[in-house]
């Protein structure tokens, strides 16, 4: 039915599961772990082909470190977990340079990002326009057809 891309952020502690995790996973994991139901039904409404932010929370690194897409869409989870679901997610490409939570808030493009609004939730959607707005401050992703020689 050709629904357009959809844009998130999901946030991860380092200590908990870091982009080098994900990378080192062969980029594929499992997002699971979300408690909080409304983080949950935006998990639910992902597709497959959505963008996703990889954002490392936390007191010493909160920004922006990577992109990852969704490459299955919500499903519960059959084991002792205690996770009510997930959706799979691969490592797409590492910033070319991590973005700031004290940046992006300065930021006068992305007032109103929810990120902002509520900061305690682990996945956010996003306008396209803040997408690319970050995407511009982060001189982009590796994969994403721009120049990677740049520092």
């Known amino acids: 039915m050709g629904k357009e891309k959809q844009y998130w952020l999901l946030k991860t502690e380092p200590g908990e599961w870091s982009w080098d995790d994900q990378a080192a996973n062969g ?56 996770s009510e679901g997930a959706v799979d997610v691969k490592a797409i490409g590492e910033m070319r340079r991590a973005v700031d939570l004290g940046e992006m808030k300065k930021e006068i493009g992305l007032k109103g990002f929810g990120l902002f609004r509520q900061p305690r939730l682990s996945v956010v959607p996003m306008e396209k326009s803040v997408w690319e707005r970050v995407c511009e401050m982060g001189g982009g992703f590796e994969g994403d057809g721009g120049t990677d020689e740049k520092s």
């Not at 408690?35 to 007191?59: E, L």
């Not at 990852?68 to 989870?77: F, G, L």
Request: net charge positive.
């Open 27 to 82: 980029g594929l994991s499992n997002w699971d772990g979300v408690k909080n139901k409304q983080a949950q039904k935006n998990m639910k409404a992902m597709r497959v082909g959505d963008f996703c932010f990889f954002y490392h929370s936390g007191s010493k690194a909160r920004r922006i470190v990577g992109v990852v897409s969704v490459v299955r869409e919500w499903y519960y989870c059959a084991d002792d977990s205690g």
